[in-house]
């Protein structure tokens, strides 16, 4: 009997969801933003208490923050305001260390900007190597998928099994 090949995932790059509940701590909560939880996060940085306070944000990026950095970078300066500026350049989702504001829930999910509460004793640098690794991990495995079904498509192409061979194995792969 032949052996089933898991189902591919539903989607082709790494999700906040993916991210959640792969690479963040088991106690980690989504506070807000739940409909946000499909966008793609392509690396993930920490609030910096020296200015910049984030490296150059591209789009993509889960932030991961502490509060009390936060107040280091500007004493005026608060989670809802944060995430108020951050809504517009494409970020991915944030981590905060401890309780969420509900004005920073407010924000967040005015924005569908998904927003996580970390265990507050969770050391933030080990969250980032944890998320970046596995943000790597799951892109290899997603390109030799990618490589795999190319493969596969060429085969039964190069065979000239036609245009029905090569749908119904498409129809296989993804259901």
């Not at 889960?62 to 989670?79: E, F, K, M, S």
């Not at 970020?91 to 507050?120: I, M, N, Q, T, W």
Request: proline letters at 8%; a positive charge; aromatic letters at 2%.
């Amino acid at each position: 009997m032949a052996s089933q090949k898991p189902a591919a995932p539903p989607h082709p790059h790494v999700t906040v969801d993916d991210v959640w509940r792969g690479a963040l701590p088991k106690q980690t909560e989504l506070v807000a933003g739940a409909t946000g939880r499909r966008r793609e996060v392509v690396w993930c940085t920490a609030l910096r208490a020296r200015p910049p306070a984030f490296t150059p944000l591209r789009g993509g990026e889960l932030l991961l923050i502490n509060p009390q950095v936060l107040t280091a970078v500007d004493a005026r300066l608060t989670l809802a305001r944060l995430l108020e500026s951050l809504a517009g350049q494409a970020v991915a989702g944030a981590a905060v260390l401890g309780r969420v504001s509900p004005e920073a829930r407010r924000v967040a999910d005015a924005h569908g900007l998904p927003l996580f509460a970390l265990p507050a004793t969770t050391p933030l640098d080990q969250v980032e190597q944890s998320v970046l690794r596995y943000i790597v991990d799951r892109r290899a495995e997603l390109h030799e998928r990618a490589q795999d079904l190319h493969r596969q498509l060429s085969e039964l192409a190069l065979a000239g099994r036609g245009l029905p061979a090569l749908l119904a194995r498409l129809h296989e792969l993804t259901g």
